[in-house]
């Protein structure tokens, strides 16, 4: 059987450094909008987004969110601060304000598929398997080599909704891209002989 709650504490950590790294490191940085337009930090707004990243590597989940609600007061343009509020709030068990910062990350850029992702990660979450699935096919439409998305997908598929196609696809899409994950060519090996 597989480890999702394992999984999702290495997502949650793999998304906030990877988020870190997408703002972080320069004296202004440049996001997208919704309307594809670049959205620029200021230094001061640069340096409240890494603080707050150094809080949530630190598990200070609660000083990490108040730290990027006072980036939202001065620049509510990114989807990026109220994707990383949403996981903090999962992390603090606080799902109907994970869903909040989701939807609002979504109303800011529509497709932004870490923002996709999670939101299908929080309908599972909450038993919403279809809408999960639909999320996660959605997001692979447009980035099908988004490996973590392929992944949370065939763990829908294979655990929730026993879908073994759906599941096998999805694993194999992920492991075409993280050849090196053995877990997941297992898991691969597995559903081929289920679905043979």
């Given amino acids: 059987m597989r480890n999702a709650g394992r999984r999702s504490h290495a997502l949650s950590t793999f998304l906030a450094v990877t988020l870190s790294l997408l ?15 670049n959205v620029v930090l200021n230094e001061e707004q640069t340096a409240m987004f890494n603080a707050a990243m150094v809080q949530m590597e630190q598990e200070n989940y609660q000083a990490g969110i108040d730290q990027l609600e006072q980036l939202v007061a001065q620049n509510n343009a990114s989807a990026v601060p109220h994707i990383n509020m949403a996981i903090a709030y999962k992390k603090l068990e606080k799902m109907d304000k994970a869903e909040e910062e989701l939807q609002a990350a979504l109303n800011i850029e529509p497709g932004n598929p870490v923002a996709n992702n999670e939101y299908a990660l929080l309908l599972r979450k909450k038993g919403q398997f279809v809408e999960a699935r639909q999320t996660y096919e959605k997001i692979l439409t447009k980035y099908p080599e988004f490996a973590i998305a392929n992944k949370n ?3 829908l598929c294979d655990i929730y909704i026993k879908d073994y196609q759906c599941a096998l696809d999805a694993y194999q899409a992920y492991s075409a891209v993280t050849p090196k994950d ?10 081929q002989m289920r679905t043979q």
């Avoid at 490191?25 to 309307?35: E, I, K, P, Y």
């Fill in 153 to 155: 997908l065939g763990v």
């Fill in 182 to 191: 053995e877990e997941v060519k297992i898991w691969i090996s597995d559903l």
């Fill in 23 to 37: 703002l972080g490191g320069c004296a202004t940085t440049a996001t997208t909008s919704r309307s594809g337009e």
